[in-house]
């Protein structure tokens, strides 16, 4: 079919002749003519053209990296004109898939926890095809801890002097760094956590620390202006994987060593993102005065160095722990080396397929181990995603 004979204006059928191309049913319910299809390719069902979309996007990767338009969602395959009404956002049809319930607790202090299903596809893909242990260990049976949920963040690597250079003389007169058209500032975390509030944001005490930084280094930046909730990062740490402290690599073991006695310090592999950064939990009375972040569901704080950890416990807050609930009175604090990073629609994305459930996480929770995942399960606590086309089949027994 030419595209010049098939003008929107152009109708060969009548009224009582209409069908909808995707479902072949009648006109209940309201019919659009979203390209320059006429004849019987030109009326359809809203739904059904969303449906058709939907289709093609459960096909695709929920990566956002992997993840290309494909034309087919925008554009009428027969006449090849562009859909005049607009494809909703890859967001909003994500929501579509996993419902408000499940979207409303992607939020910090929940759990994300891996389905049965998926771990034994997990399981049987690892089995057969001997791929590397590395997705294996840090997605089977596991539980993650949301620590963060919001403006998009970044992960800005500096491997050497070149790099620092290209930073120093790209920050501005508050500190911060312009990526892909929108500012960004340097979060007080990692070789930046012993930063004071006021000097994150003082762009020459910011210039001097990066001057004297270690490399290679890794800073976190996080978006300064308004952005888009499909764009939020979501970064949690895992809950079921405890490892000794000689697992950790010689320079972790050195870090840990050197901060002298104190607080006792139990290890996770926190994820598969910034394997060598620690993310510390520890009772939110042994920070107090750190002004470190807190999760208050949960009573600990979050540090991403050993600095509040560093020191013996004076006396006093020492009698305050042994005095305190039961968390707290172990004393004891979760050092998680790595983590995992989602884009917020790709986590929607993963969610759908059903690969994840989510829950809110309570205190019990940070004992940690592996047992944590079969009782989440047994509980039955994590919500999943309503069965959908979008739902990951079974493994093939
Ligand atoms: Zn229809
Ligand atoms: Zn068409």
Request: proline share 6%; hydrophobic share 35%; glycine share 8%.
């Amino acid at each position: 079919m030419a595209l010049d004979d098939a003008g929107p204006g152009v109708t060969d059928e009548s009224d009582t002749d209409r069908t909808c191309r995707y479902c072949l049913g009648g006109e209940e319910g309201g019919f659009i003519d979203p390209c320059a299809c006429s004849g019987g390719q030109r009326w359809v069902h809203l739904e059904c053209l969303r449906r058709w979309q939907r289709s093609i996007l459960v096909t695709q990767p929920t990566h956002p990296d992997l993840f290309a338009e494909d034309r087919r969602m925008t554009h009428c395959t027969v006449c090849l004109q562009r859909f005049s009404c607009p494809l909703p956002s890859r967001h909003e049809m994500m929501l579509q898939f996993t419902g408000e319930e499940l979207a409303s607790l992607v939020r910090c202090q929940s759990l994300i926890c891996s389905s049965r299903q998926w771990s034994e596809t997990l399981q049987q893909s690892l089995q057969s095809s001997r791929r590397s242990m590395s997705n294996f260990v840090h997605w089977c049976r596991s539980a993650y801890l949301i620590i963060y949920c919001g403006p998009k963040q970044l992960a800005l690597s500096i491997p050497d002097e070149a790099n620092r250079e290209a930073v120093l003389e790209n920050l501005d007169g508050l500190g911060q760094l312009e990526v892909q058209g929108k500012r960004y500032r340097m979060l007080r975390e990692g070789p930046l956590a012993r930063l004071s509030a006021a000097d994150a944001s003082n762009a020459s005490v910011l210039h001097g620390t990066l001057e004297q930084l270690t490399l290679p280094a890794e800073v976190i930046l996080q978006c300064a202006e308004e952005c888009d909730a499909s764009d939020d990062s979501i970064r949690a740490i895992n809950l079921c994987n405890p490892i000794s402290e000689d697992d950790l690599s010689s320079e972790a073991q050195r870090v840990v060593r050197s901060r002298g006695t104190g607080t006792p310090l139990r290890h996770f592999l926190g994820g598969p993102c910034a394997p060598a950064q620690p993310t510390i939990l520890l009772p939110a009375a042994a920070a107090a005065g750190c002004g470190l972040r807190t999760l208050e569901q949960l009573g600990v704080a979050l540090a991403t160095d050993f600095a509040p950890l560093a020191l013996e416990d004076p006396p006093s807050k020492r009698r305050r722990l042994e005095a305190g609930d039961a968390a707290e009175a172990e004393g004891q604090a979760l050092v998680f080396w790595g983590e995992a990073r989602w884009q917020r629609t790709q986590l929607l994305g993963e969610l759908a397929r059903g690969d994840w459930g989510l829950c809110a996480a309570v205190p019990e929770d940070l004992v940690g181990g592996k047992q944590i995942w079969h009782q989440l399960l047994a509980e039955g606590r994590p919500v999943y995603a309503p069965h959908s086309e979008m739902t990951r089949q079974a493994p093939a027994a």
